[in-house]
C-alpha cells in the first residue's frame, strides 16, 4: 500500500507529465523459482537506487562530527596534554637555533618587501607564536619568506607608483589580513585539497624562477649600484648591473666576501661531517649558524669602520632600526586600497599555500606523520590576520627554516614560542646592533638562502624520465618569470598544466580487451590460490593444472606493456569488453564512445544488408558497399556480427547527463546496426550507487527485447558470496584441510618414531576424511560440516546486466548470445 507522500508525488509527476520509471522494470523472472539464489538465500536481494534525500542527509554533520570538527580546529589540544621535560629540550634547542637564523633573515626578507627592517621582525614574531596553536606540522617554521616577500614588494611598488596615499606598511599590513581571510575561509571550509590543483612541475618552475629572480634583484645592492631599478624583469636589471660595474663601491668587497665566506663554510663542514660523523650534529649546528656568524663578522667590520661616522657611513648600512613593537595598532582598511590590489591576490594566496602546504607534507613524509591541509590554510589565515595588529606582513613557511627545524631535532610545535622569545629579545636588546649591519652583506645572505630554491639539474632529468611534456612546462616557467615577472610565470605554469590535463581528458579513450587464460608460476610449479600449495609442475597437462588457471583481460593492443607474444583475442564472435581508461564524463564522452563505435564496425559486419527502394532514398554519407572491392567484400563476410558489448567501469566513478545520453545515442545507433537484432550492454565494477542510478535512468541493466522477434529465455548470472564467517563452507574446507594436514603430520611423526613408512594414499581418500577423520572433531565443528552451504548475491538481482567483475560480465554475455542463438534454431525447425 503506498504511502501518502507517495500518492502526492505520483500525482504531481502526472500533472507535470513527467514519466517516472517503474520499480519493478525490467526485473528478471527467471531469479524466482528456477535461479539457484532462491534456495540459497532467505530473502533475494534487489538494490535500491540512492535517493536525493538520502543524499542531504549525508552531507548534514552528525553531533560527533560536529564535535571532531570543532576539536580539529586546535590541535594543539591533543598533545599539549602530553608535553615533558624531553621535548622540552628538543624544542628548546631547536626555537633558538631558529631564532637566531630568524632575525636577520626576516629583517633581509622585509627588504625584499619594499619595507624597513623591522617589520620583518614583527612578522617573524607573530608567525612563531602563533602558529603552535593552529598548526599541524611540528618543523614548519612560518615568518617571512623571500618568494612572497618579493610577491609583496611587487603590489607595494605597484601601489606607490599608482598614486595612492599610503605608506609602505599599510599596504603590506591591508595585503596581509585580506589575504589571510580569503585562506582562513578556505581552510574552515576545509578545502585543502585545493592545494592539489597545484602541479609540482608549476611549484618548481615558480620556485626557480622566483630564486633567479630575487638573486637577481640582490646585485645591485651587493655591488653597491643605484641608479636603477631592481624591480624590472630579471634579464634587464642584469644587463644594467653590467652597464653599471665601473661605479661599483666598496660594499661589492662586503658582498661578495660575504657571500664567498658562505659558500665557504657550508662546503667545508659539510665535507667535515661526511669525514666524521661521529660529530656530525654538532658541525650541523655550527653549519646552522653560518649567516649569523657572517652578520655577526661584517656588522664588527662595520662598526670598526663606521663608529666615528655614522652620519656618513663608507658604505650602505642597514640604519637605525626601532627599538620594540612601534607599529601596534588596527590596520588601515578601505575599499580603494583593496580594489588596488585586487589583481595580486590570486598570486599572493597562491604563494602562500603552496610552498608552505608543499614543505610541511614532504617533512611530514620524512618524520612519518600526516599534516591536515585545511588546518594549515587555518593556521596560516590566523597568522596572517593577526600579524598585522603588530605591523606583519604576509608571511607563510619557510624550506630553509623548516630544513634547519627538523635537523635540529625540533619535538613539538611549541618551539615556536621559543622562537618567539628570541626575537622578542632581538627586538627589544638588539636593535642598536642592527644600525650597523651592511646593505651588502644582508644581499650576500638573500642570495645564498634563494639558491637552495633552484631546481637542481638532476631533478629536471629526472622530471624528463617521468613525463617529458612537463619538462617545456617546468622551462616555460622558469622563463616567463625571468623574462616578464614571477606572478605571470606562475599563472603560465598553472594554465599549461591543466591545459594538458585537460587535453588528456578530452583525448582520452578506452581500449579493448582480450583474454587469455595464465597460471601463476612459482619457479617451474604452478601453485593455486594460496601461494604454499603447489599443483603440479609447469609443462605438463592435467586437470588440476587446467582448474588452476584464470582468465585475465588485457589490451588487445598491448598498450600497457604486456608482451606482445601473448595471444588476445575477444572472448566469443561478436562479443566486444570496452575499459573505460580517464573516467566517463562529458569532456571525453563523445571522443571514448566515437573510437568504439569506430573500432566495432571495423570489426563486424551488419546484422543484415541495408536495402533501399529506391537510389535516392539512401543517404548522402552512406556510400555503401565499393562493387569493385571483391577481396574486402569477401573479408568483410567473414566478420562475425555485433552480440553484446561488455564495458568496464573500473576507472570510472561518477557519470553525468552528457555521457549517459551519448552512451544511448550509442545504444541506439548500434541497434540499427544490428538490426532486426540487438545489441546486449553489460556493464562490470560499478564503482558508484548514482553511477548505478544514473545507467539505470537511461535503460541499462535489464535486456533490451528485440522488436521483430520473440524474446529467449534470460539466462540470468550472478556473483555469490557466502555467508556465515566461521560456518561457511569456505571457512569450513579451510579448517577441515588444515585437520587433514595436521593429522598427515601426525601419522608421519608416529611412523617415523616406529621405524615404519607412512601409507600416504590412506589420508589422500576421501573415505578416511569423511569417517575416522570426523570423529576426531569437536561436536561443533561436526555440526557445521553437515551443514548446508549458504550465500547471498553480491548485486541486485533486478539488473542481470550489471555485474560485479569482468569474468561475470563475459560468462553472462557468452551464455546469452548461445541462448539467442539456440533459440533463434528451435524456432527455424519449428518453422520448417
Not at 630568524?102 to 625584499?112: D, E, H, I
Not at 645572505?445 to 617545456?472: C, K, M
Not at 539505470?696 to 535486456?703: C, L, R, T
Not at 561443533?780 to 560485479?804: E, I, M
Request: hydrophobic fraction near 45%; charged fraction near 20%.
Amino acid at each position: 500500500m503506498p504511502s501518502i507522500a507517495t500518492k502526492i508525488g505520483h500525482g504531481l509527476a502526472k500533472g507535470l507529465g513527467i514519466q517516472l520509471q517503474e520499480s519493478d522494470h525490467g526485473r528478471d523472472t527467471v531469479t524466482r523459482g528456477e535461479s539457484v539464489m532462491s534456495t540459497q538465500t532467505s530473502d533475494s536481494f534487489f538494490e535500491g537506487p540512492p535517493t536525493s534525500l538520502e543524499w542531504l542527509q549525508e552531507q548534514v554533520p552528525t553531533r560527533q562530527e560536529s564535535t571532531a570538527y570543532a576539536k580539529s580546529l586546535f590541535p594543539f589540544l591533543s598533545w599539549i596534554t602530553h608535553y615533558n621535560l624531553q621535548w622540552l629540550a628538543g624544542d628548546l634547542v631547536a626555537g633558538i637555533t631558529i631564532g637566531a637564523v630568524l632575525v636577520p633573515q626576516g629583517m633581509a626578507y622585509a627588504m625584499l618587501a619594499n619595507l624597513e627592517p623591522q617589520f620583518g621582525l614583527y612578522s617573524s614574531f607573530m608567525g612563531v607564536i602563533i602558529y603552535w596553536i593552529f598548526g599541524t606540522s611540528k618543523d614548519i617554521s612560518i615568518g617571512p619568506v623571500a618568494v612572497l616577500s618579493t610577491v609583496v614588494g611587487t603590489v607595494v611598488a605597484d601601489l606607490r607608483s599608482s598614486g595612492l596615499p599610503y605608506s609602505a606598511n599599510v599596504i603590506a599590513s591591508a595585503l596581509s589580513i585580506i589575504s589571510g581571510c580569503i585562506v582562513l575561509g578556505m581552510g574552515l571550509l576545509r578545502l585543502g585539497w585545493l592545494v592539489d590543483l597545484i602541479s609540482i612541475t608549476s611549484l618548481s618552475a615558480f620556485m626557480t624562477g622566483s630564486a633567479i629572480t630575487i638573486a637577481v634583484s640582490q646585485l645591485p645592492a651587493l655591488l653597491g649600484l643605484h641608479g636603477f631599478s631592481n624591480r624590472d624583469a630579471p634579464y634587464k636589471v642584469v644587463i644594467n648591473t653590467l652597464k653599471n660595474l665601473p661605479h661599483c663601491k666598496l660594499d661589492a668587497a662586503l658582498g661578495l666576501t660575504a657571500l664567498f665566506l658562505l659558500y665557504l663554510i657550508r662546503y667545508t663542514l659539510t665535507r667535515a661531517a661526511e669525514r666524521w660523523p661521529n660529530k656530525k650534529r654538532i658541525i650541523f649546528f655550527a653549519n646552522t649558524m653560518r649567516t649569523v656568524f657572517a652578520i655577526l663578522l661584517y656588522t664588527m667590520i662595520s662598526w670598526l669602520v663606521n663608529r666615528n661616522r655614522r652620519d656618513h657611513p663608507a658604505f650602505s648600512v642597514l640604519g637605525v632600526v626601532p627599538k620594540g613593537f612601534q607599529n601596534v595598532g588596527s590596520p588601515h582598511l578601505d575599499s580603494a586600497l583593496i580594489s588596488k590590489f585586487a589583481t595580486h591576490l590570486p598570486a599572493t594566496v597562491i604563494v602562500m599555500l603552496v610552498e608552505h602546504i608543499a614543505i610541511s607534507k614532504s617533512f611530514g613524509r620524512v618524520n612519518n606523520y600526516t599534516i591536515d591541509p585545511s588546518q594549515e590554510m587555518v593556521a596560516i589565515g590566523m597568522t596572517n590576520i593577526l600579524g598585522p595588529f603588530l605591523g606583519g606582513y604576509p608571511s607563510t613557511g619557510s624550506f630553509s627554516r623548516t630544513a634547519v627545524n627538523s635537523k635540529a631535532g625540533v619535538r613539538t610545535p611549541a618551539a615556536g614560542i621559543i622562537t618567539g622569545l628570541v626575537v622578542l629579545i632581538a627586538t627589544y636588546l638588539l636593535t642598536a646592533v642592527f644600525f650597523y649591519i651592511p646593505s651588502a652583506s644582508l644581499a650576500a645572505v638573500i642570495i645564498h638562502a634563494v639558491g637552495d630554491l633552484i631546481t637542481p639539474p638532476n631533478t629536471v632529468y629526472q622530471f624528463w624520465r617521468v613525463s617529458p611534456l612537463e619538462v617545456f612546462v617546468f622551462f616555460i616557467g622558469v622563463f616567463v618569470s625571468v623574462f616578464v615577472h614571477i606572478e605571470e610565470g606562475l599563472y603560465a605554469t598553472v594554465c599549461l598544466s591543466a591545459a594538458i590535463l585537460l587535453f588528456r581528458i578530452l583525448k582520452a579513450r578506452g581500449r579493448f580487451m582480450g583474454k587469455v587464460r595464465v597460471h601463476s608460476v612459482l619457479g617451474d610449479h604452478v601453485i593455486g590460490a594460496d601461494d604454499r600449495q603447489v599443483v603440479g609442475e609447469y609443462g605438463t597437462f592435467t586437470e588440476t593444472l587446467e582448474n588452476s588457471s584464470r582468465n585475465v583481460f588485457l589490451p588487445l593492443d598491448h598498450g600497457d606493456g604486456s608482451n606482445p607474444e601473448v595471444e588476445l583475442e575477444n572472448p566469443h564472435p561478436g562479443v566486444f569488453i570496452y575499459r573505460f581508461s580517464e573516467g566517463f564524463n562529458y569532456p571525453n564522452a563523445n571522443h571514448s564512445l566515437e573510437y568504439l563505435v569506430d573500432f566495432i564496425k571495423s570489426q563486424t559486419q551488419r546484422t543484415s544488408a541495408e536495402m533501399f527502394d529506391r537510389k535516392g532514398d539512401r543517404p548522402w554519407n552512406n556510400p555503401g558497399p565499393r562493387k569493385t572491392a571483391k577481396s574486402r567484400e569477401t573479408h568483410e563476410d567473414r566478420l562475425p556480427t555485433l552480440k553484446a558489448i561488455i564495458l568496464d567501469f573500473s576507472s570510472v566513478n561518477n557519470v553525468d547527463i552528457t555521457s549517459v545520453q551519448r552512451l544511448i545515442d550509442v545504444r541506439n545507433q548500434l541497434d540499427k546496426y544490428t538490426a532486426p537484432e540487438v545489441v546486449d550492454w553489460h556493464i562490470a565494477c560499478i564503482n558508484n550507487r548514482w553511477t548505478k542510478r544514473a545507467l539505470i535512468a537511461g535503460g541499462f541493466g535489464v535486456p533490451t527485447t528485440p522488436s521483430d522477434a520473440a524474446p529467449h529465455r534470460w539466462r540470468s548470472i550472478f556473483s555469490v558470496a557466502e555467508i556465515g564467517g566461521k560456518t561457511s563452507a569456505a571457512a569450513v574446507a579451510e579448517e577441515n584441510a588444515y585437520d587433514r594436514d595436521l593429522a598427515l603430520r601426525h601419522s608421519r611423526a608416529l611412523d617415523e618414531e616406529m621405524g615404519k613408512a607412512g601409507d600416504l594414499g590412506a589420508f589422500d581418500s576421501d573415505e578416511v576424511d569423511s569417517t575416522g577423520f570426523d570423529e576426531e572433531k569437536p561436536p561443533n565443528l561436526a555440526a557445521t560440516l553437515r551443514q548446508r552451504r549458504k550465500g547471498a548475491v553480491v548485486s541486485g538481482l533486478d539488473r542481470p546486466l550489471f555485474h560485479v567483475d569482468l569474468t561475470s560480465a563475459v560468462q553472462s554475455a557468452i551464455s546469452n548470445v548461445a541462448a539467442r542463438e539456440e533459440f533463434r534454431a528451435e524456432s527455424m525447425t519449428e518453422a520448417s
